[in-house]
Nanobody, 121 residues
Framework: QVQLVESGGGLVQTGGSLRLSCAASGSIFSINDMGWYRQAPGKQRELVAV???????NYADSVKGRFTISRDNAKNTVLLQMNSLKPEDTAVYYC???????????????WGQGTQVTVSS
């Protein structure tokens, strides 16, 4: 069974850095897009960054120039390097992947369990 396992969340001060990691495991045939979403209390879940299978990236305007998304296809892993963190970045961060399982008919969407990022003022 496919699952996404996240790590790297925590508590940092304004201006600090964190690196989030998400590894997909299980019976995977191929992975298309991988991305990071976040949800703050009382707010809708929003896309932070996405990276395609060929390495094209897209970022939310609020994180451009501060966050970098990357992937290691050999490890089925997506990374999010977060620099110059602000209190507004405080949220639960969720890993997302669009993938096809071995023996599966179609691609489908998977989510990680979420990891808390807290930036103190």
């Amino acid at each position: 069974q496919v699952q996404l396992v996240e790590s790297g969340g925590g508590l940092v001060q304004t201006g600090g850095s964190l690196r989030l990691s998400c590894a997909a495991s299980g019976s995977i045939f191929s992975i298309n897009d991988m991305g990071w979403y976040r949800q703050a209390p009382g707010k809708q879940r929003e896309l932070v960054a996405v990276i395609s299978s060929n390495g094209n990236t897209n970022y939310a305007d609020s994180v451009k120039g501060r966050f970098t998304i990357s992937r290691d296809n050999a490890k089925n892993t997506v990374l999010l390097q977060m620099n110059s963190l602000k209190p507004e970045d405080t949220a639960v961060y969720y890993c997302n992947a669009d993938l096809k399982e071995r023996g599966g008919l179609f691609r489908r969407n998977y989510w990680g369990q979420g990891t808390q990022v807290t930036v103190s003022s």
